[in-house]
């Protein structure tokens, strides 16, 4: 047999191995990434930014350190690209992979100055302050781009503060991880300087039909013009990135000891 015969059976052996240890390889952990708003739907607009191109930045920066990371997590994004995508669509989403834990990144906005500043994050649940209730408003609304949204979201009004009365009584048994992994995020952004406005409940659409642990977060303020900016910059997306990876991984090993596999 000729060297050059040699190397290229050796090359095909190589290859053919690889290929078969690609095809065992599973996945252990599925966390779907959703970037809130797109398309046709902004979100909060500011100076110099909109809500949606932020959200989709550091949701792809957070799940190419998550894949770099970790070849057990298969990480799935609602949208990659700026597309519209309904509130339902994106729990459905979730519920098809089979989800672990479902993180849904957006940018927060008040009406009442520009001072107010810091990070927030949601589970679901009946909001217990006006200014939650707002949040849940604003980021409900999204739904009023859909077509037929009354059918689809049975008659829920999401600027009339009756309908939320629907989840005062809505239990979730993964509310305990949710809000675990809420306080992570939270004291991850603290670790880099930001202000943390604590872990919240409200009754945000995107988490009600979610089967995993849920969390809605807000990075911070568009309507705060430094923090606009910071949330515009690279530098800025990389923290927050960095930030929800470190929360992401405190969540996982959480998992994987009650998993047994730690």
């Not at 940018?107 to 994050?121: F, H, I």
Request: proline share 1%.
């Amino acid at each position: 047999m000729s060297r050059k015969s040699f190397l290229h059976i050796h090359l095909f052996v190589a290859f053919f191995f690889s290929f078969l240890s690609l095809q065992a390889k599973e996945y252990t952990f599925t966390v779907v990434i959703d970037a809130g708003h797109g398309g046709n739907d902004p979100g909060a607009v500011g100076a110099a930014a909109r809500e949606k191109d932020i959200n989709l930045a550091v949701a792809l920066k957070l799940g190419d350190l998550i894949e770099s990371k970790h070849s057990d997590v298969h990480v799935v994004y609602t949208r990659k690209r700026d597309v519209f995508v309904g509130l339902n669509e994106r729990a459905n989403i979730a519920n098809r992979n089979k989800a672990n834990l479902f993180i849904s990144i957006h940018a927060n906005a008040v009406r009442r100055g520009a001072r107010v500043t810091g990070t927030e994050t949601f589970t679901l649940g009946l909001a217990r302050s006006q200014e939650n209730l707002e949040v849940a408003m604003r980021e409900n609304s999204a739904i009023l781009l859909e077509d037929n949204y009354l059918q689809k979201y049975e008659g829920f009004d999401p600027k009339s503060s009756e309908s939320y009365i629907i989840f005062e009584f809505m239990q979730n048994k993964y509310m305990e991880q949710s809000l675990i992994f809420a306080s992570e995020i939270q004291k991850s952004f603290a670790a880099i300087g930001r202000r943390d406005r604590g872990v919240k409940q409200a009754g945000l659409l995107v988490l009600r039909k979610t089967s995993m642990p849920s969390v809605l977060v807000e990075l911070g303020f568009m309507t705060n013009r430094g923090e606009e900016q910071y949330m515009k910059s690279a530098e800025g997306q990389n923290k927050l990135a960095r930030s929800l990876y470190a929360a992401f991984l405190k969540y996982k090993q959480y998992y994987d000891r009650r998993k047994g596999t730690l």
